[in-house]
């Protein structure tokens, strides 16, 4: 009988919110759901329900407990560092030698914008202006959105900055930091579903995954890793959180570069099978 209820209400909800909660785990669901609930002193799915279809405040109240979107500034440190001293001078040779400047980012789940101004800091710190760049961040959570645009921010945020870092790029407004004016030129935030929407754009460099998929399951995940395939460059790289792992059947699409920071190379090796493919069925024709 709860289990009906249950299952009724994520439908309910899937529908009226647009998003696809079969993509979560239930136990996860049923966690972060009766959180509100226990909030609100209901322990009854449907009279939830009741109150989420009047009360719009209430419905984005669940929207970002379920799709939860805590996050800091160059979180782990150690994969930004990786980016810096080793990714981000490979990406500015290769694009030398194609005589191009422009250079592609993407932030996949990018909660309050934390990430994507994470990666253009390493950016401006490692090769200087002077790039025609592009960092998109996209997160199924309107409200996290909205906080990218503003980017506004806590000091316990920025805590793996330092104060150079954090003069060069904000602006203090009473105790918060605000990323400096100039700086939003460079990234474009924009609401998108990893699960249900192909990539949000095409030709990155690198893509930024992080700490996302593990809400995922494993269907879910293997055709989001297949969309960044298709989305990165030839040998773009996969970023993705350091607790998580790839699928195991979307493996061949990845080689590790560094399995400790979970960065990974998109690998030829689809495209060269899939080359065989055709040279096979010519030999057929
Ligand atoms: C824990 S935060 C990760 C933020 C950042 N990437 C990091 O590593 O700190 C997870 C983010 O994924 C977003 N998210 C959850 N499901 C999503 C989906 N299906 N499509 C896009 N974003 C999603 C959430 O809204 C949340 O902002």
Sequence with gaps: MDIDRFQYFIRKISVKTGIDLK??????????IELRMKILGIDDYLNYLK???????????????????????????????????????EIAEKKRRAKS??????????????????ILICVLETLGNGWSMSIYGTDIDENCLKSANNGVYKPEQLKNLSSKIINKYFVKEGNLYKIKKPLKKYVRFKRHDLTSEGPVSKYFDAIFCRNVMIYFNEKQKR???????NALVDEGYLIIGKSETLPVKSKNMFLPVDLREKIYKKSLTSHFNYNLHKSKLKTLK
């Design 23 to 32: 993509q979560y785990r239930d136990n996860y669901l049923r966690r972060r």
């Design 51 to 89: 109150i989420l279809n009047r009360d719009k405040e209430e419905l984005e109240k669940l929207i970002s407990t379920l799709t939860i979107n805590v996050t800091e500034f160059m979180r782990d440190k150690t994969p930004f560092e990786f980016f810096m001293k080793f990714i981000l001078p």
């Design 101 to 118: 400047n422009l250079l592609r980012f993407w932030s996949a789940g990018c909660a309050g914008g934390e990430e994507v101004y994470s």
């Design 223 to 229: 055709k989001v890793v297949k969309d960044f395939h």
